[in-house]
């Protein structure tokens, strides 16, 4: 299914905007982050994968590499068929310049809540989201913890965090 959903999407969209990519137990489409929205659309509206369903959207942290990346795990409700997505964003790692990618919360739903969760845990900016703040930690706490060069701070409005 994998390869032919490759082959669908360089008809349509060219060959340099998604790779296929040997993830070990499941393959994985790598989508150029400028593209990721227009994918997106297309892999939900087609007729023949309808992937209708983000089940989950998940950052991670390539530390001590200036790299990050955006991995979307996709299902097709009525086809049973599972899809992983992969955006990758060579970006800085300094907290006034965050990775940035495009919001597919105009696609899914389901992707606002999860897209709040990376911004808020890891860093990630998901440009054009219609309501981007932080959602488990206060909005005045500072830095990403689930990086890893995160550092824990001593004390939060003077309660002690560190033992």
């Known amino acids: 299914m994998i390869k032919q959903l490759k082959e669908e999407i360089d008809k349509v969209f060219g060959s340099d905007v998604v790779k296929l990519t040997d993830a070990?137990?499941?393959?994985?489409?790598?989508?150029?982050?400028?593209r990721l929205r227009e994918v997106c659309l297309w892999l939900r509206d087609h007729p023949t994968f309808y992937f209708d369903f983000l089940a989950n959207?998940?950052?991670?942290?390539?530390?001590?590499?200036?790299?990050?990346?955006?991995?979307?795990?996709?299902?097709?409700?009525?086809?049973?068929?599972?899809?992983?997505?992969r955006v990758e964003i060579e970006q800085e790692r300094s907290l006034e310049h965050l990775p940035e990618v495009?919001?597919?919360?105009?696609?899914?739903?389901?992707?606002?809540?999860?897209?709040?969760?990376?911004?808020?845990?890891?860093?990630?900016?998901?440009?054009?989201?219609?309501?981007?703040?932080?959602?488990?930690?206060p909005d005045d706490w500072e830095g990403f913890p689930l990086r890893k060069d995160y550092e824990d701070p001593d004390s939060y409005h003077g309660i002690p965090i560190k033992n």
């Open 57 to 85: 959207i998940t950052a991670v942290d390539y530390f001590p590499e200036a790299r990050f990346a955006v991995v979307y795990n996709l299902t097709s409700i009525p086809f049973q068929l599972q899809l992983t997505l």
């Open 102 to 137: 495009p919001s597919v919360s105009m696609v899914w739903r389901t992707a606002d809540w999860h897209e709040r969760e990376a911004f808020d845990l890891m860093g990630i900016y998901f440009t054009d989201h219609p309501d981007l703040r932080r959602i488990l930690l």
């Open 24 to 34: 070990g137990l499941q393959d994985t489409l790598t989508v150029a982050p400028a």
